[in-house]
């Protein structure tokens, strides 16, 4: 038995490690000074995958990424870990997309790509963390959705079990392939880099990638295992009305850097005296006890 | 035609409180745009839950009452939202920032091509100008949310494309009833199979388990809350026994939690939590604004930080320079032996 999956993952800056000099004067976020790392839940998702190819080796995991060029090094990350295949989805002409118009742009990628049986992704991103484009891309498709997925439990050629989140507690569901998957962060956190698979791929590139390095050379042959597929709008066949801001019904009317007005505070050491007072104040106007 | 749709989250024959805070917004937005407030009840034996959520203002509740439509699953409700406001055409739809409102909303928006903006933390009605296709509009919702981790606060709009949609997480509006005696212009008990085909069962609930929250955060009128300064899971006992000798309950904030010093369910803030306790004691939180959102109504803050700097501490109504593990035992020491 053997499944195909994609995976779909994204490249985010760590807002998790987000310093003083992160933010311009203008307020806007000034991204250079942040990482740019493979989105958590993504590294799950990829994880639930690479345990179904454990089990069935046969199996093909595809990694779908949209982004800048740069994006091309976390798809290398996938295969190092143990994608088969890596894609990358780049276009002046996706820029600026809200959730919808990046699902409309992956559900066509993942069309271009073609037979699938589990779509897996993270339950969400955390730059903005919407949790929409799984659930959105799912609805373009056409097919089920599980969302929350803690442990893929069990699969067949005709369903997968699965135990998801839910509020105050969890849920066993059985859904039909093809099937869409977003995974949480408290699933089986991904396996570590292989050895052998940063040699084989540590020079896995993108066509924009291989002539920036070796202009003089040929392009990689598609079929080459070094070959990253990169896909514009034409090729995923795109309506570009449909990409990108003009393909995004939110707009952002402002973005601002809140400054909070400070209130007249009181500073105190810690020292034991101070302490205490603050506990008799506390108490003497009921505030505790 | 145009009306504001709050979608109800039920469990058991209950109208979640996010729901009920939602109709609350719900309806004060609908008075100021001169529209009606609708309901959506999706679920089986729903007898009740008229009188549970006309007193907040409902205009017109549907009601879609079918044994296959509880518990939740995607899908079929997907198929009543999407059918039921091609025919009505709201113009905003609301729901809650839950796992169920964020499995469904996305669907929704996808099938009716809206936006669809999450987690917000302020609703407001406002004009819109596109400076660059030189259109203006009037009487949009403000999609108010921080983002960027919490970095920023941003304003987003659909200036074309309805309904407008939104989530908001439990505890972020408040929730009042508007009159007990209101009265409902319809009920409607809509042909559940109308709306959804049979292809929308195929994904079949095997089993399903839910626990009383192990602690009640969201109603604790005191909260200990430690951040990524607590500095490790063993610090945060400290937390926990200043909370118990309060009689309080130990939030944390995102990066504590991230770092695995507290459960996910004690996140307080944009992505977590929102409480309004009388007395918030922040420990070693830096004071994101994703944080912020989720304790500001706090009625007395006191922040505890070695960091004299920490932008929590504008905000805070005391501000201890020092270390948790050095001000948390005189606390409780100084609590001890002064409360009766």
């Keep these: 038995m053997k499944y195909q999956m994609i995976v779909l993952a994204k490249q985010v800056p760590d807002t998790r490690n987000v310093g003083k000099d992160a933010m311009n004067e203008d307020g806007t976020v000034n991204r250079k000074?942040?990482?740019?790392?493979?989105?958590?839940?993504?590294?799950?998702?990829?994880?639930?995958?690479?345990?179904?190819k454990d089990r069935f080796p046969e199996s093909t995991i595809t990694i779908l990424t949209m982004g800048p060029p740069r994006a091309a090094d976390l798809l290398r990350e996938g295969l190092y870990r143990g994608a088969d295949r890596a894609v990358l989805l780049t276009d002046r002409a996706f820029a600026g997309a809200d959730t919808l118009a990046t699902s409309y742009a992956l559900s066509q990628a993942i069309k271009h790509i073609g037979d699938f049986d589990l779509i897996i992704g993270g339950r969400q991103a955390i730059d903005g963390d919407t949790a929409q484009v799984g659930p959105q891309v799912a609805e373009k498709l056409h097919i089920p959705q599980v969302t929350y997925t803690e442990e893929i439990l069990d699969i067949t050629q005709k369903d997968v079990t699965i135990r998801r989140h839910i509020d105050g507690g969890v849920e066993t569901v059985k859904a039909p392939l093809p099937l869409m998957i977003t995974v949480t962060g408290s699933a089986t956190p991904c396996r570590p880099r292989h050895a052998k698979l940063v040699m084989q791929y540590k020079r896995a590139m993108t066509p924009t990638e291989w002539e920036t390095t070796y202009p003089d050379r040929a392009l990689l042959p598609v079929e080459s295992p070094l070959h990253i597929a990169q896909w514009s709008t034409q090729d995923v066949n795109a309506d570009i009305a449909q990409c990108g801001l003009s393909g995004s019904p939110t707009k952002v009317k402002k973005v601002e850097n809140i400054n909070f007005v400070a209130k007249e505070n009181r500073r105190l050491t810690g020292s034991d005296e101070e302490i205490e007072s603050l506990i008799l104040e506390l108490l003497e106007n009921h505030t505790i006890g | 035609m145009k009306n504001l749709f709050v979608y109800l989250e039920i469990e058991g024959d209950v109208v979640a409180d996010v729901s009920l805070e939602l109709l609350t917004k719900g309806r004060s937005l609908a008075t100021e745009l001169g529209v009606e407030l609708e309901a959506i009840a999706i679920g089986y034996e729903l007898e009740t839950i008229a009188e549970q959520v006309i007193p907040y203002g409902v205009d017109i509740l549907h009601l879609f009452d079918d044994k296959r439509l509880a518990p939740y699953t995607t899908l079929p409700t997907t198929s009543i939202l999407v059918n039921l406001f091609k025919k009505e055409q709201p113009q905003i739809c609301l729901m809650g920032a839950t796992v169920i409102g964020r499995d469904l909303g996305p669907r929704v928006s996808s099938a009716l091509i809206s936006?669809?903006?999450?987690?917000?933390?302020?609703?407001?009605?406002?004009?819109?100008?596109?400076?660059?296709m030189q259109k203006q509009y009037d009487n949009l919702l403000y999609q108010i949310r921080p983002a960027f981790g919490g970095n920023i606060v941003a304003t987003i709009v659909n200036p074309e494309n309805r309904p407008q949609m939104a989530t908001v997480r439990e505890g972020v509006m408040k929730r009042q009833i508007l009159d007990p005696e209101y009265k409902a212009k319809s009920v409607i008990r809509h042909d559940v199979n109308e709306f959804v085909s049979t292809e929308d069962f195929v994904v079949e609930v095997i089993n399903r388990h839910i626990e009383k929250a192990a602690h009640n955060l969201k109603g604790s009128p005191i909260v200990v809350c430690g951040?990524?300064?607590?500095?490790?899971?063993?610090?945060?006992?400290?937390?926990?026994?200043?909370?118990?000798?309060?009689?309080?309950?130990?939030?944390?904030?995102?990066?504590?939690?991230?770092?695995?010093?507290?459960?996910?369910?004690?996140?307080?803030?944009?992505?977590?939590?929102?409480?309004?306790?009388?007395?918030?004691?922040?420990?070693?939180i830096s004071g994101q604004i994703q944080h912020i959102a989720g304790m500001q109504e706090s009625a007395m803050i006191i922040s505890i930080n070695n960091d004299p700097d920490a932008p929590i501490n504008n905000i805070a109504d005391y501000v201890i320079t020092g270390d948790i593990e050095e001000v948390l035992p005189k606390m409780i020491h100084f609590y001890k032996s002064n409360s009766k």
């Design chain 2, 115 to 132: 936006g669809l903006t999450a987690d917000c933390t302020s609703l407001v009605i406002g004009d819109y100008e596109d400076k660059k």
């Design chain 2, 227 to 284: 951040g990524y300064g607590v500095g490790s899971k063993e610090n945060f006992n400290l937390l926990f026994d200043l909370a118990k000798c309060l009689s309080g309950e130990v939030g944390a904030s995102r990066a504590a939690v991230d770092a695995g010093f507290a459960d996910h369910d004690r996140q307080i803030g944009q992505t977590g939590v929102t409480v309004r306790p009388k007395l918030y004691i922040a420990c070693g």
């Design chain 1, 33 to 52: 000074v942040l990482p740019a790392i493979f989105n958590p839940e993504d590294l799950n998702a990829l994880e639930q995958a690479l345990l179904i």
